[in-house]
Every structure is written in C-alpha cells, then in structure tokens.
C-alpha cells in the first residue's frame, strides 16, 4: 500500500520569507508520479506539478521549485519570497502508473499562514 | 476555457432529504472522480468512471451513489443525508487515469440541517 506524509501541520511565516514544506512517501511500485496541489480558502484544488519516478531532476517555476530525491523518497516543495497569496492548504500525492484508474493517494496537507 | 464545472457551489438540505450534486467538464477527459473532503482533511475518493466503467471504493457508504450519462455530466447522489455527510465534495477528471494529472472543480460544499 502506497503512503503519503506531510509532517508539517502548519507553517506561519512573514511575507518574503520563504518556506519549505516537506512531502515523504512510501511504495513498493517503481514507477508513479508525485503531485503538488493548492487548496486556498475558496477550495479547489489547483494543480502545481506532476513529476514522474524517473525524472529526478529539480524544478522551478516561478517563485516554486521543487526537490526530487528517490534515495529519501521526499518530494519537497519550496516557495521563496513568500506573498499572502500563497495562504492555502498544500497537498502532495502519489499515483501509481500501473493503477489504470489514477487513485491519488493524497497527505494530510500542510496549511500554509502567511502574514504581512 | 475547458475546465471542470460544479454545480451548486452551495448547497443546503434537510435530514434525510435527497440531493444531487453535479458536475460537469470541458476537457474531454474519460476519467471522472468524486471525492468528499471534511474540514481539515485530505479529500477521499468515493467512486470513479473510466467512460462508462464505474468502481465504487470499498468505504465509500450505500447512501451514496453516482451516475455518468455522458463523457461531459456526472452526478452524485445523496439518497438520505445524515448529518455526516456535511462537506466539501469536489469531483475531478484526468485523461485516462495512470499517471495523468487529475484536474479539479470547484467543489460544492454541502450544508445538512
């Protein structure tokens, strides 16, 4: 069985600093994918990122980036110069690519505060 | 723009009355996906189609349940809401499931008086 966890429960930071929120995971499958997504107070779920298991390289987009370590199984997100916009619950997720229905296997979240 | 519609977003009922909630997508995806998500909670798959092919997981209770009558409308039927079943219900769509992103709708929260 597949696990997600987001140790981090919540995180307040000052605007511009940034933050790092933390996205360990457990399968026995060798190849899935890993996703990010945002949930602000309205409550959809936006997408930010889709990696999969063989692409361990980093990603930035924009003010996000990304770190992809297979030998820890973490899959942290980071958001530098933080703005009150980021304000929202972050999910991490997991999917195998042999489960032809897609079923996310999702974390707890982490709620991110972001004061002025 | 092809997205992933929800409606209501608001949703209020009584105990033990009926409600549908609907959601409908642009996307042409073949996957389509009904979660419910209780605050400060992760959101829990119900039930998912692949076109017409539907698989109920195994937690998801009897009062519940769903209808695909096309590739673009899906629907979730609450048959007798308890006081429980207050939530969030978001439904989402991804091309053909595997490791295909699933995008989300708005969501529908539902009140239960």
């Known amino acids: 069985a597949q696990k997600v966890t987001q140790a981090q429960t919540e995180i307040s930071v000052v605007e511009k600093e940034d933050v790092t929120l933390d996205c360990v995971y457990e399968?026995?499958?060798?190849?899935?994918?890993l996703f990010w997504y945002k949930q602000p107070p309205s409550g959809e779920l936006v997408f930010l990122i889709r990696r999969n298991s063989f692409d361990e390289q980093n990603e930035i987009s924009g003010r996000y980036s990304w770190n992809f370590q297979k030998s820890t199984s973490s899959f942290n997100f980071t958001i530098t110069a933080s703005q009150v916009v980021d304000s929202a619950v972050y999910f991490c997720?997991?999917?195998?690519?042999?489960?032809?229905?897609?079923?996310?296997?999702f974390g707890a979240g982490t709620q991110v505060v972001v004061t002025p | 723009d092809a997205m992933v519609i929800q409606n209501p977003r608001y949703q209020v009922t009584q105990f033990g009355k009926p409600v549908t909630l609907s959601c409908s997508q642009t996307?042409?995806?073949?996957?389509m996906y009904w979660y419910q998500q209780k605050s400060s909670q992760a959101p829990k798959l119900l039930f998912h189609y692949y076109d017409k092919d539907f698989n109920n997981e195994a937690d998801t209770p009897d009062n519940f349940q769903s209808r695909r009558p096309n590739t673009s409308f899906c629907f979730l039927d609450i048959r007798s809401p308890g006081l429980g079943d207050a939530a969030m219900y978001l439904c989402a769509t991804s091309r053909a499931g595997g490791g295909d992103t699933q995008y989300f709708g708005p969501g529908t929260r539902l009140t239960v008086l």
């Open positions: 399968t026995r499958d060798t190849t899935y994918y």
């Open positions: 996307l042409n995806h073949n996957v």
């Open positions: 997720a997991l999917t195998l690519t042999t489960d032809s229905w897609g079923k996310l296997q």
